[in-house]
C-alpha cells in the first residue's frame, strides 16, 4: 500500500500540482483547504506524512501546527512545511518541522525531501 500524504493548502492550484507530483511518484493523496478540514482528515485518514502551508485564511497555519503537535495521536506524523513566508522558522518554534520548503520549488527537491523524510512510496 503507497504512504499517504495530506496536503493541507488553500490554494486550489498549488493543491493540485502538489497531488499530482505526489501521486506521479507513487504517493496517496488527500486534501485540505483549510485547517479546520486537515484536522479532520488527518483523524480519518491517518497519513504518513502532512504538508502545510502556513498563509491559511480562516485559521492560520502556524496554530493548526501547533496544535497538531500536541495532540498525542499525530506527535510522531512527519510535517513538511511548503510556503512562501520568508521566515518560516520563527513561526513553528519551538517545534520544528521536519522540514521546511519554500515556493517556489523544484518537484524533484520536494520529492527529495519527501522521501529522506518517509522513504519511497
Known sequence: ??????????????????????????????TASSVEQGLDLAGKEKPDLITL?????????????????????FKGTPIVV??????????????????IVAKPFEPAQLIEVITKVIGPA
Open 1 to 30: 500500500m503507497a504512504k499517504k500524504i495530506l496536503i493541507i493548502e488553500d490554494e486550489i492550484h498549488v493543491s493540485n500540482y502538489l497531488e499530482d507530483i505526489f501521486r506521479d511518484h507513487g504517493y496517496a493523496t488527500v
Open 82 to 99: 511548503i510556503t512562501g513566508q520568508s521566515s518560516p522558522h520563527r513561526a513553528i518554534q519551538p517545534n520544528k518541522a521536519a522540514a
Open 53 to 73: 502551508d502556513l498563509q491559511m485564511p480562516q485559521g492560520h497555519g502556524t496554530k493548526f501546527y501547533q496544535k497538531l503537535r500536541k495532540d498525542d495521536q
